[in-house]
């Protein structure tokens, strides 16, 4: 804690803010509830420090002022510390080192609200001998939409990670081009919306490829919670601290499992006309229609006996060993 001393002999010792004449009206501006934006505008209109708005009041300008000057320097001494060695940036690295994909480290550098390129920075270099000074804009030019007050809290949303469709969402809401979130962030708008004109003209629509995999149709028998081990994925999955971070995947595997492939070749020609009389023969004809057949077929799977003595059952009226759902789903299908 600081000790009182008292004041030098021909020296006045400084006032706290609230008592100092200089400073009184601002402090008590802030008491009646204004705004410390508009407090800051009025010091500022009178050739005073903005920056005294936002001080304690009960200290005097002048010991504040040489706190945050000390603060300065320290800032510039801790900024030549590499960045593996700043507790703030260090485990980034380290997760690298772990072999951890540098995308994941990225989106966790970008949950923390800073800069993702970080990840792909010299970690024996200093941040600030890293960081590109940015450019000045001239007077006559409009700021960069990161910077423009009209645009800025749109590009803070997505570095919050809210995903793009939201924030084209709100952009059209405030009546704004909902294209400007795609545009760059570090150009003006100006700059941007007269490229963009020119470029304009009605786009060609591009052919789509067919793909080339179909997604297999599943039934899936639901699985009782008591039945499931507690190590197992679904019980650790309700742990929201559950990382899944680096997790490896064999994409081949879920591929295999959920999908199949196309055949996109061209189908045959279909015969003539006298030829289609004699092939009309030899068409197979079905008696119940594919939706009903696959679900007879998931039905019938379900009875662990042969199939010719479940019919003989059923035809005879004898007793069948199955729950109430299966016999009811059998009358739907006879």
């Known amino acids: 804690a600081a000790m009182a001393t008292s004041p030098a002999p021909g020296m006045v010792a400084a006032k706290p803010l609230k008592d100092d004449p200089e400073y009184q009206k601002y402090v008590k501006m802030l008491k009646i509830g204004m705004p410390v934006e508009n407090v800051k505008q009025a010091l500022e209109r009178d050739g005073k420090d903005p920056l005294i708005a936002e001080m304690d009041p009960t200290k005097s300008y002048e010991s504040q002022r040489k706190k945050e000057e000390s603060e300065t320097q320290a800032e510039e001494a801790e900024s030549d510390v590499p960045l593996k060695d700043m507790p703030e940036y260090a485990k980034f690295f380290k997760m690298l080192k772990m072999g951890i994909p540098l995308g994941a480290v990225r989106q966790a550098l970008q949950k923390e609200s800073k800069d993702p390129d970080i990840a792909e920075m010299d970690p024996n270099k200093s941040l600030s001998s890293q960081q590109k000074a940015k450019p000045e804009v001239p007077a006559d030019e409009d700021p960069p939409l990161q910077e423009d007050p009209e645009y800025m809290k749109f590009f803070k949303m997505l570095k919050m990670g809210i995903p793009v469709g939201a924030v084209q969402n709100a952009l059209k809401k405030e009546g704004k081009d909902p294209e400007i979130i795609n545009m760059d962030p570090a150009r003006p708008l100006s700059a941007q919306s007269k490229s963009k004109k020119t470029e304009v003209s009605q786009p060609k629509k591009k052919k789509l490829n067919p793909p080339k ?80 057949r696959m679900n007879g077929s998931i039905l019938l799977a379900k009875f662990k006996v042969d199939y010719n003595v479940l019919a003989k059952q059923v035809n005879t009226m004898e007793y069948v060993k199955a729950e109430a759902n299966e016999l009811r789903g059998m009358m739907q299908l006879l």
């Not at 295999?256 to 092939?279: Q, V």
């Open 213 to 292: 995999v179909a997604r297999k149709r599943l039934h899936w028998n639901k699985i009782d919670e008591s039945k499931l081990d507690a190590s197992s994925f679904w019980n650790q999955a309700k742990d929201q601290s559950l990382q899944l971070v680096g997790l490896d995947i064999d994409n081949d595997e879920f591929a295999n499992l959920f999908t199949a492939p196309i055949n996109n070749e061209a189908a045959p020609k279909k015969a003539t006309k006298p030829d289609a009389k004699k092939n009309s023969s030899k068409q197979k004809v079905q008696l119940i229609d594919s939706r009903r």
